[in-house]
């Protein structure tokens, strides 16, 4: 026979107070929280100078949460926008959040924001004393994309993408497809602040272009801004972009196009696998950073008759692709020299080997970086031809 357990009243008494806590918790939902209907929610944001005043236009695109989820449709049949691109104009860009209320009625809720976009004419001025705001804000969020914009910020968030209903998430979703050409790289208000404050490595951030063909206008990834001192002071070309991403081992995808060994047609090679090593020199009062490239492909198309399946063809294309790799990075790299900007972060690497030495460096840096000699190594390797072995050509007579 069992025995029954004897439990105290007063445990018995906690037990039920507790759980009584535990479900007026589960049921009250966020302690404090706003009603979504007292919320706009903003999915992006864009920072330029008013024309007029000289202060700040700050432009936040706005969700219309009643024409989400709807036909899409106008009272007169046309097409609704789903979100609404609300300005306003203040001393700061805090001023200007709070004085948009002037025009929503309700408080910017930024928590989903993705993207933040500079004018050029902001980013030329420095970007400094713009972003404390967004890594102050308790609401924002420090993964939120960082842009500039070739002209204004508020003329590239009012253009309505094709596939997206929003532009904010289009652009979004442009920075983030970065790895199927390696033409850029997304850069976060974090990452980006974390440069700026960096005594020698320069930040970058995508630069976004707005191009017209007859009434359509379309938005586009053009390169990315350099900055020094928080100041916009050039930019580099999608070659030059990538030539700094296989110094950064951040190449994740792409295509490198190579004469065919007749020279009667073309290769192209599908980048499957990439990385790098970069081992700083101190010698004899010279400072060399050594670059290991190991490049990994598949031969994706061709545009010859040839067959390019064998191993003789294929030391020839290893040898293209090596040599277009090595002139991607030396462009890059004499363009960061050009500008005197370390966009590689040589600096830190060298502080992190040289310790001691650096602090007899650092402080000269601006006059030791366009001195560097870049040393390269370059192994590529061709693993497949993927489904064809030879080209779909007909065979020559004969064969």
Known sequence: MK???????????????????????????????????????VIGMGIDKDESTGNILLTAQVVKKEEVGGSGKGEGGGESKVFWNVSSIGNSIFDAVR????????????SHNQVVIFGKDIAAEGLQKYIDFFLRAHEMRPTALILIAEGRASDIMDVKPETEKFPAINIAKLIKSYGFTS?????NMK???????SATTAPLAPLVSLSQNKDDKDIYVSGMVV??????????????????LWVLGKVKGGVIIVSSPDKQGNAVLEIIKAKSKVTPEIKN??????VSIKEESSLAEQSTTEN??????????????????????????NKSKELNADIFGFGEILHKKYSKKWKELKDN???????IELKLEIETKILKTDLLKKPAFPSNEGE
Not at 227 to 244: A, T
Not at 321 to 328: G, H, K
């Open 227 to 244: 900055f020094k001192n928080g100041k916009m002071i050039g930019k580099l070309n999608q070659e030059e972009v990538r030539g700094l």
């Open 285 to 290: 009062g010279k400072i060399a950073m050594h």
């Open 365 to 371: 840096w601006d006059d030791i970086y366009p001195t």
């Open 3 to 41: 025995k029954k357990m004897n439990i105290p009243i007063m445990n018995i008494s906690i037990m039920k107070l507790a759980l009584c806590f535990l479900i007026l918790f589960t049921f009250s939902g966020c302690l404090g929280g706003r009603e979504i209907n007292d919320l706009e929610i």
């Open 308 to 333: 390019l399946a064998t191993c003789p063809a294929f030391d020839e294309m290893q040898k293209a692709s090596a040599e277009i790799i090595r002139q991607e990075i030396l462009a890059a790299f």
């Open 191 to 197: 990452d980006f602040a974390s440069c700026l404050m």
């Open 99 to 110: 004085q948009i209320t002037h025009k929503t009625g309700d408080r910017l809720f930024v």
């Open 183 to 187: 033409h850029l790289y997304k850069v």
